[in-house]
């Protein structure tokens, strides 16, 4: 009795080579055609889990977590050094859809600092920033600028307190000037008092008093005031 063979199919090579190429799960580098590495975890042909990435044009380092091919979670972004070619570190917190998003700390220089948190790459919320001058700014951030309350403390201890928006000192505030010892409290405009009081305070410990005291102002008979002030608000009663 004859036998009929039938032929095996076989798949196309391309097949098995799609299949190789696809990348899920723990991987070692990963090269972009533009020079760009990635060694770490995929999902579906994505960056998903825990890797690191490295941009060859600028050679920023990016270590952390991602999601379907996003920084988001925990991570640290880091630049050489053009002079040493040593790595800093300029972020490490929080990322969400590939921006800084949460709580982190961000390096602009090596005295200059930020610390709080961030919504889509911007600071907001709230935050305490460190100068180059030795100024520290803390309280309320708004589209990456002061804003609502916060507390402006400068190199020589002077401060502010109060109010803020679009960076500027707006609404009512309270400036110490502790190295003369008073302390003005009124209301800003765009970082200039509009109007207020200055009273003394701390002058006796102040390493620069001024001159004069500032002298209280009294009524000179404030008895005779209030009598008289009653006796028309009676008078617009009746």
Sequence with gaps: MPIVKYPRTVDPLWYEWDRKAQKCGLRHTVYAVNGDRYT?????????????????????????????????????????????????????????????????????????????????????????????????????????????????????????????????KNGPGKFFYLDSGQLFEGFWVDDMPKCGTMIDFGRDEAPAPTKYPIPKIELADPEGVLEEAIARFNNTEE
């Excluded at 925990?74 to 929080?94: H, L, N, Q, R």
């Excluded at 990322?95 to 948190?117: C, L, P, R, T, V």
């Excluded at 589209?143 to 002077?158: A, I, S, Y």
Aim: proline share 2%; hydrophobic share 20%; charged share 30%.
């Design 40 to 168: 770490g975890e995929w999902l579906d042909n994505l960056k998903h889990g825990k890797g690191t990435q490295t941009w060859k044009r600028t050679g920023a380092i990016y270590s952390g977590d991602w999601k379907f091919g996003r920084r988001e979670g925990y991570g640290t972004y880091s630049i050489p050094d053009p002079v040493t070619k040593e790595y800093k570190k300029m972020y490490a917190g929080w990322w969400k859809n590939d921006k800084m998003w949460g709580y982190g700390i961000k390096f602009y220089s090596d005295k200059e600092y930020y610390e709080g948190e961030w919504n889509a790459g911007k600071r907001d919320g709230w935050g305490r920033m460190y100068y180059q001058d030795g100024a520290i700014y803390e309280g309320q951030w708004s589209e990456d600028t002061p804003g609502g309350q916060g507390l402006f403390r400068m190199k020589n201890e002077n401060r502010y307190e109060g109010s803020w928006k679009d960076g500027k």
